[in-house]
């Protein structure tokens, strides 16, 4: 199926993508004591590098599925994505934070980073059902979280789980509308 992705959607995916992140990293920042940058940012490349490698493991496993459901592909594409914007917009609407909150150990930092990193490998599955760049997508994804994260550690004290839930469900939307227009782009093209 082809779908072109501009530099929009790319961004919008992107920036989808790392809000999980982001709302785990306010929290951390929220409930630490103090927030050095130094610790910010290696929460940041950590959060980045496995946001970054997961969409490429689900594309993989997606491209070695494709040839079992090639006349279904936009519906699975649809389907995961607004099933992961749902869930987002769910987790925001939940009155009980679910990142850890002030631990900002390495290894509590990785284990965070590959549960709100989750959702990109499903995302990674859809796009394999699409002719679209996966190393350039993979890249914006792995920036757009590292950025975020960082940012998200450092300004944890003064926006706290609040603004980031707002984020989420927003993100949650766009990952939905996102999937709407790939079915959407698909269906007139079959029709047309």
Known sequence: MEFQMTPVAVGVLAVSMSVDAFVASVGKGAGAQRVKF??????????????????????ALGIAASQYIDAVDHWVAFALLAAVGAHMKWQALQHQPDAPRGDTTLWATVLTAIGTSIDAMAIGVSLAFLEVNILLIALAIGTATMLMSTGGMLAGRLLGQRFGRVAEALGGIALIGLGSLILFEHLTAAAG
């Open 38 to 59: 130094g610790t910010a940012l290696r929460t940041g490349l950590i959060f980045g590098v496995v946001e970054m490698i997961t969409p490429l493991i689900g594309w």
